[in-house]
């Protein structure tokens, strides 16, 4: 291909500082790193000074230089000049390079991986991908496809149910890791979605998206895609996550469980946070390192896949406020709604006069479910004469489970059951973290 | 009175070391405090070794005994041994005292302040207060009154109006600061109802409550209200703010801004946290200091009072959730609401198929408002094109507002205009603290 001549002539062997005019004008300067994964392409790979690497469309009018070779930056360094080592190697083809499935599903950062042209693209093919970010190719085989491109606002449990059928092809396929690019807005309902389908499982899920598009400097979708994939080659848990910036610098990911992760910022990069618990594991990309801050509940390889997909769209999720009208729960249920999760206050309230309303809907089969919207702690309804009530009308409190996971829950179980006591026993069990018996103090974030 | 009579028969002095023997069998010993503002009640009040002060109820047979005076104390403490000096000293009535008016509307902190009964109990006199915590009389010349006695999940903006009007008539005849003890599930929701309704302050309003019953150890009831006392009478702002735990020990309570504040735990001590912003002030009740953290909007004594009360009840708090079906958009329009604040995603979305629903809302005269299920950062609603058709729908964004907050301000608004567009004007201004022009980067706890 154009892009081996072109260095060949340039004598440039990887490690080497290159320098890059292209047709365009544009001129790139880095060092040359080595390509196994891209080789048939018309792209070069060069680590820019600020550390991230990127792939360069490249053809026949475009100038290779050598700037400096690898001996004399290495013999430089040795002499204490500052060096310019690539801090990501490639691993080389002879080791067995993982093989990792990327499912496209849409949001920033899907839809604008391209470093080069801006252009808002809704392609996601694995050349884009290693083109933008080839970091990627380097810690693992990558096949990527397009599920979806939606902006995740626009996610529903019909399409959950699409994601997860995808994903259970992937693994069947032999994937050893599966990434799935998806908006943030949504992305921690879709992923507890997948951690309630997923019954048992052989390798690790890494959701992952963007909250700057990669067309902004400040853009933190190359280093949420390496470390969603480093999570989804080498982790050894298999558990749905969610892979995100950890702080607002580069240094670290976090990878936090689906069932107790929550967007908690507008537009920071480190916006994603485990609620009631802590992450699975901290991501140092660049060192591929990997450290468990708390227990798997899974280790990687330990179960054959077993999926139970389908999700109940009849379910609705009701933030309670002062004067809340029993005429809107009465509505639910004359819409054949079969579940309700209620966002309370406090231990688990809301206000008295909506008791009958609640207990009307339970007798009428439909399933309520209580939780909090202060969103850390565990609900209690055994402290107030509220919670009591409540209970005796038939709510079901749900733990310290937070509202949306709980939204979510009800919705898988209502589409494995109808009987309203087996929904209820089904909700009571943590079938996949999303309860935990105990809260350390250090658990809440001032 | 029984008191001062048996104090006597003792030779007991304030600062004394002294052990009461009750005829129901119950021993307390402590150091006896001075007592002016109980004078005239059968009640000693007693620091005990924990630190805290309490107020015996006495009666003749009682038996009162002097175990160390304050001279041999202060002599031993002077010696090396370890003292036990009251931490907070009376006010004495030869200086100006403030008048403080609490005003009881329910809840915990309300229903369950009495030490020694354990019973719960409605009432909230004056008396009963200062003797379960003798140092609000220490700061200042407590008036207090029973408004209503509900658990806050059942206040609703009726009753919101019932409270500015109790609040304002205490301004209007005197007090220098005024308490609103309420339950703390809806705490922050009245808080900026009263924030909003106060268009002109003098005095601060010091919303407080308690997260533990006082008959348990771990109470914060006695704390919450010292540390608002000294809020009531010495703050120099004129705000509207909740004072709670700022930690889980007894060194300090937080003043925060009505208007930022949220309850973010089901039961910690420390569960109100300020969001997007600071809080006002670090309250050290035992040393009697008020320390600023953010800058006062409106100064001590520096405005007239001003009330603008009424809420519009038909107003409706929607959080969004993948799959949310536009019924029940078309449902709060159907049965008269005048206002809706969706509760949305990340920047400030919903589900594309929400938005004819929402523009039929706005073309009907509901004025819709956006807001982040994030709770942190400010919605922006120019970046997708889900953001941008809501706005072309009508939507006005809510800036970095709470969802609560953005709720109680709506209706507030819809109570002084049937004008949608004076609504949107109204709005979009920062009425009383609520909205903030930039964040530092520190704003945001991990
Ligand atoms: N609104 C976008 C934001 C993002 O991509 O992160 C989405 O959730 O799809
Ligand atoms: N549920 C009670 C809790 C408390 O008093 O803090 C209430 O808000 O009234």
Redesign the interface.
Known sequence: GVALELLKRAGAKPGDRIRITRSDGRVFEGILMPRYALSAKPIIVVKLDNGYNVGLRVDEKTVVEVVKTRETILKEAAAGAPAAIPLLEETPPEERRPRITILGTGGTIASKVEYETGAVRPAFSAEEILEAVPEVGFIADISARVVMNI????????L?EKIVDEVAKAIEEGADGVIVAH????MA??ASALAFAFRKLPVPIAFVGAQRSSDRPSSDAAFNLIAATLVAAKAPFAEVVVVMHG??GDTYALAHRATRV???????R??F?TINGRPLAKIYPFERRIELIDEPLRSRGAEELEVANGFE?KV?????????EP??ID?LVD?GYRGIVL???????????LVESIRRAVEAGVTVVMT?????????MNV???GRKLLQAGVIPAEDMLP?VA?VKLSWILARTSDPGEARRLFAMNLAGEITSRHT?DL???
């Open positions: 902006l995740s606002e626009n996610m529903r449990p019909r959950w908006g943030t807005d949504t309902y879709t702080e607002t929550r967007k908690m910022h507008t537009s920071r480190d916006a946070q769209e609705a999720l009701v933030k309670y406020y002062p004067g809340m005429e809107i509505f819409r966002e309370g206050t406090g231990l688990g309230h809301v206000g008295e006069w909090s919207q202060t969103l850390f702690g565990r609900v209690n107030y004469t509220t949306e939204f103090v809440y974030p001032r």
